[in-house]
């Protein structure tokens, strides 16, 4: 079986009712050309996307990644995506992958080709990257100024900040600079001194029992996987919450999650200078959640 | 003669001294597929790139344009562009297009396809926007926080503003929001009040006869437009000067520009809900040099 499927789709209104949906999209060899140099997702950025993980033939969370993209369209005036469309495609590129194994399923809903007509959209399934050892041992990360005060999305809604857009370049330099600094990854802040998220993760914090995140403001992106976690936690007799983090309570928590869809949770080792607590058996058990099947 | 060209670029580092600098790009039709679904690009808004403009087969400001493609190559950490490869595609398009009219031309240097070898680069060629009315009539504008403090480019950056990056999602929400205020164009301000750019152009104010523009801090692109129209006023007898502007500046300023290498010099003839004035002469004679060829 392929381990590598990519499915150009001719995005449907969100009111279309068709029930041939497999009619609307093909297969292509990811190795060939598939896009237009008019693409305003390669010329602006301009396009929005998910990134679902795939584990033994499951792919997890999509309804929540879909409404998420359903989400950054509105904020980014795109066409309402079909999600029955997408559910199909996701589907059709899942029935073709070996039954075992990770995967990290990308959708991308871009503007289209610029005086186009339409928008354009793409799904690409490919083997995810080995994160065994990242989850087991963690990873070291330095905070990053976001250069946005608290309260910025909320007055400017042009920034996109609650989108998850193509625009994506500060997010790949933020990472550069984290491995310029010896470290794994980034966690954003506020100007003035707020958690925001990481570069392609949520942020979240335990002190005792409680285990909280930053409030899903316009912001920050609202995790699928943070809110699955904590569900999880949740139906586990935890206590969890949303509220502002100020960096102090980063640094003093008694642990720091990174969570994604793809690399899972990362407990985070070293902030900055400092080593923050550690706990191998909680990495494993969040894990575990995270790797069984979840909808 | 063609009036749309696509060149196909591979990129060769900037140290290569290659006689035969046109075997290294090819033409392609734009209506057809030329990019991958992995381009970093597309996936990322991973790449820079630059407009200029051509009139009358003339290619405007080459060099500035080169030389800022490679100042935003050095900010994103790609590989230095090869300027000689670049002036002789930019040269072998131009020689293809009919020798009148207006063109933009733009290059795009993406960090090629995720996990591989290579950067890819392009450059695209087709007719302009007709400008005529709005250089002489001018445009209505409105100002729009962009969210950072002045100082935030030298703080962090890892943010990228003095790069020209494809990541141009909130450029082009900007202008939707403009437009929504019933404006054609936007001014971004910082969060404290003080004038940065346009979504795609340069910013320059008139008192009585000094031509202000902001500070090329890092925060904002170094507009080649505007440094090409400073010279000609210096050369003209007029005083010239960068410097922080607030907000208060713009809005009772002889004069607003918004400058730009496609659309040349457009007056904006009313800010936000305020009468600017504008001056019909002055738009001729800034549209007449920018027309005119210049290097």
């Not at 354009?120 to 995810?128: G, K, Q």
């Not at 100007?191 to 005792?208: C, F, K, L, N, Q």
Request: charged share 25%; with cysteine.
């Amino acid at each position: 079986m392929a381990d590598t499927i990519t499915l150009l789709i001719e995005p449907l209104p969100a009111d279309a009712d068709i029930t041939r949906l497999d009619a609307t999209f093909h297969e292509v060899d990811a190795s060939m050309p598939a896009l237009r140099v008019g693409e305003l997702s390669t010329q602006r950025g301009d396009g929005i996307f998910e990134t679902i993980g795939v584990v033994d033939g499951h792919a997890q969370e999509t309804r929540p990644h879909l409404e998420r993209l359903r989400n950054s369209a509105r904020i980014c005036e795109l066409p309402e995506p079909n999600l029955p469309q997408w559910e199909a495609a996701i589907a059709r590129a899942v029935a073709a992958l070996p039954p075992t194994g990770e995967f990290a399923l990308k959708l991308v809903l871009s503007r289209g080709v610029e005086h186009g007509p339409a928008p354009t959209a793409w799904l690409h399934v490919a083997p995810a990257a080995g994160f065994v050892e990242v989850r087991r041992r963690g990873i070291r990360a330095v905070t990053l100024d976001r250069g946005y005060g608290r309260g910025t999305a909320e007055r400017a809604p042009w920034l996109l900040l609650g989108a998850k857009t193509l625009s994506y370049a500060v997010n790949m330099a933020a990472l550069r600079e984290a491995k310029r600094r010896g470290a794994h990854d980034a966690i954003f802040l506020t100007s003035d001194g707020y958690v925001m998220e990481g570069p392609t993760s949520s942020v979240i914090i335990r002190r005792g029992d409680v285990w909280s995140t930053p409030a899903p403001s316009g912001a920050i992106l609202h995790g699928t996987t943070q809110q699955s976690l904590f569900e999880h936690l949740g139906a586990t007799g935890r206590q969890t919450e949303y509220r502002d983090i100020p960096v102090y309570d980063l640094e003093t928590a008694d642990a720091v999650w990174l969570v994604s869809s793809v690399r899972l949770a990362a407990g985070v080792t070293h902030l900055d200078d400092r080593d923050l607590p550690y706990d191998a058996d909680e990495a494993r058990e969040l894990n575990a959640y995270l790797l069984s099947p979840r909808d």
